[in-house]
């Protein structure tokens, strides 16, 4: 049986928590929102574009390495950036 999405982002999130500062978990992570997980993508849904360039810039690795762990080394990610009442899929740089 396959496990539900969210609770597959918490395990995530766990592990980001843990190799965070508080503030910057609670910044960057804590308010993404897992959204999709189909044929082996994930799209989490944040905020805005300076959210998505930052985590990329910053924290690429460590996501990669939570996702991977937790999702499997399949998954490929992507992200939902709400616009003004709607939301854009941008594409993630690879999860290594």
């Known amino acids: 049986m396959q496990k539900d999405i969210n609770i597959l982002w918490t395990e995530c999130q766990q592990i980001l928590r843990d190799n965070l500062s508080p503030s910057a978990y609670q910044t960057w992570f804590a308010p993404v929102l897992a959204v999709q997980y189909v044929d082996d993508v994930l799209v989490l849904q944040v905020k805005s574009q300076f959210i998505v360039e930052y985590i990329e810039e910053n ?5 990669s390495c939570a ?6 080394p399949q998954v490929q990610l992507e992200y939902r950036v709400l616009m003004a009442g709607s939301a854009i899929n941008v594409p993630s740089a690879p999860v290594k």
């Open 67 to 72: 996702l991977r762990k937790v999702f499997g």
């Open 59 to 63: 924290y690429l690795d460590l996501l």
